[in-house]
Nanobody, 124 residues
Framework: QVQLVESGGDLVQAGVSLRLSCSAS????????MGWFRQAPGKEREFVAG????????LYASSVKGRFTISRDNAKNTVYLQMNSLKPEDTAVYFC?????????????????WGQGTRVTVSS
């Protein structure tokens, strides 16, 4: 069992940076691949970024590639999403998720555990 708690969401202006954190319970955190997803009002949940147990394996949505960076600290049971050059279209509730199975990072149904989400609002 893994419990995930996101934090770091805020109301910010376009162009600034923000870092989201996701703290995980459980001693087997390093066994899970981690992903960040987001859901904007009236839209479906979409993949943002994912990574394996190390930063050698990462994947980004094209809309955030080059601006967002996913990373993890297995000693702290925490995964991060560094978001730079934020745009109004990045406004959404951001969720972290953990999966123990293989398969694509961008497939929500493969994830076993989800956090409650943290809201990011980017004003123009």
């Amino acid at each position: 069992q893994v419990q995930l708690v996101e934090s770091g969401g805020d109301l910010v202006q376009a162009g600034v940076s923000l870092r989201l954190s996701c703290s995980a319970s459980g001693r087997t955190f390093r066994n899970y691949a981690m992903g960040w997803f987001r859901q904007a009002p009236g839209k479906e949940r979409e993949f943002v970024a994912g990574m394996g147990w190390s930063e050698d394996s990462t994947l980004y949505a094209s809309s955030v590639k080059g601006r967002f960076t996913i990373s993890r600290d297995n000693a702290k049971n925490t995964v991060y999403l560094q978001m730079n050059s934020l745009k109004p279209e990045d406004t959404a509730v951001y969720f972290c998720a953990a999966k123990s199975s293989g398969g694509a990072y961008y497939t929500p149904s493969l994830y076993d555990y989800w956090g409650q989400g943290t809201r990011v609002t980017v004003s123009s």
